[in-house]
T-cell receptor
């Protein structure tokens, strides 16, 4: 199975940028790197995904290293509503095959007002 | 437009019993996946249903089974419940299988199962 390494927690101030790092210990095929986040008492929410180059959407930006062994999720101006657990989903899927998402423990992002 | 709907929201069962959880996918989605999330952990993939068949399965015993109906809704069944099955069970839907499309998944808010 693909494995990821993320900090257990990070803290930031409101309206400041946040960079959430992720290391992917294994790379397989040409599958995408996905990021999800989970707000309290909710299911995970899709944030962004990318393959080899940097990606932007209304929620965040994703910077992917050239060797695809790491990626960084960038929240340009964090708000209190961005406080959540952020999961980096590596390429290659879970133990059952490429369709399942492999969640680690994620990074608990704390936003200070 | 309703997202993924799961029922019930909470459930308490006794060890050894059987339970059925239900999921209605987001409108326009045809694929349903199920995940188990223990307290303080990330979700773990159970299996995925597409075209009414189980297509992929994670490392879960045969006590966990499922079904997908022609309207794309799905059920998760767990037999012979153990205390360790207590968790949040999440349903995720998508249009097509991830391996084929790489689209994002839409998750429901889950069913909190407590086994006593």
């Amino acid at each position: 199975d693909a494995k990821t390494t993320q900090p257990n927690s990070m803290e930031s101030n409101e309206e400041e940028p946040v960079h959430l790092p992720c290391n992917h210990s294994t790379i397989s095929g040409t599958d995408y790197i996905h990021w999800y986040r989970q707000l309290p008492s909710q299911g995970p929410e899709y944030v962004i995904h990318g393959l080899t180059s940097n990606v932007n959407n209304r929620m965040a930006s994703l910077a992917i290293a050239e060797d695809r062994k790491s990626s960084t999720l960038i929240l340009h101006r964090a708000t209190l509503r961005d406080a959540a657990v952020y999961y980096c989903i590596p390429p290659g899927g879970s133990g059952g095959g490429a369709d399942g998402l492999t969640f680690g423990k994620g990074t608990h992002l704390i936003i200070q007002p | 437009d309703a997202g993924v709907t799961q029922s019930p929201t909470h459930l308490i069962k006794t060890r050894g019993q059987q339970v059925t959880l239900r999921c209605s996918p987001k409108s326009g989605h045809d694929t349903v996946s199920w995940y188990q999330q223990a307290l303080g952990q990330g979700p773990q993939f159970i299996f995925q249903y597409y075209e009414e068949e189980e297509r992929q399965r994670g490392n879960f015993p045969d006590r966990f089974s499922g079904h997908q109906f022609p309207n794309y809704s799905s059920e998760l069944n767990v037999n012979a419940l153990l205390l360790g099955d207590s968790a949040l069970y999440l349903c995720a839907s998508s249009l097509g299988r991830r391996r084929l499309t790489n689209y994002g998944y839409t998750f429901g808010s889950g069913t909190r199962l407590t086994v006593v």
